[in-house]
Nanobody
Framework: EVQLVESGGGLVQAGGSLRLSCLLS????????IGWFRQAPGKGREGVSCITTSDGTTWYADSVRGRLTISSVSAKNAVFLQMNSLEPEDKAVYYC???????????????????????WGQGTQVTVSS
């Protein structure tokens, strides 16, 4: 059974940092793309960043580029999202998910589509106070 478990969310002041973790079981991240999405209250789920573990290619949404950094550790079957300079607009539930669509494709379309992703975690809440 494939399981994704996010952790690391919490409450932080604007300008602060958080590091989200996505631990996968029943699934090997090698040769796959792992993405982070977020869903703010009353809004749809949007792609934030993804990484294709085979070559380290990444993609970031314009709204987070330069503030968030995605990374992976294959030996731990884990993907991380370092979030710096957080803004109140970053408040959302953050989800990780798996895909066979590469980050290069995300670069070409400048987006991550939910339909590209198969397995999802339950999410971790990030709250940023102003």
């Amino acid at each position: 059974e494939v399981q994704l478990v996010e952790s690391g969310g919490g409450l932080v002041q604007a300008g602060g940092s958080l590091r989200l973790s996505c631990l996968l079981s029943g699934f090997t991240i090698d040769r796959y793309t792992i993405g982070w999405f977020r869903q703010a209250p009353g809004k749809g789920r949007e792609g934030v960043s993804c990484i294709t573990t085979s070559d380290g290619t990444t993609w970031y949404a314009d709204s987070v580029r330069g503030r968030l950094t995605i990374s992976s550790v294959s030996a731990k079957n884990a993907v991380f999202l370092q979030m710096n300079s957080l803004e109140p607009e970053d408040k959302a539930v953050y989800y990780c998910a798996t895909s066979i669509v590469t980050s290069t494709t995300a670069q070409e379309f400048n987006t991550m589509r939910k339909s590209w992703y198969e397995y999802w975690g339950q999410g971790t809440q990030v709250t940023v106070s102003s």
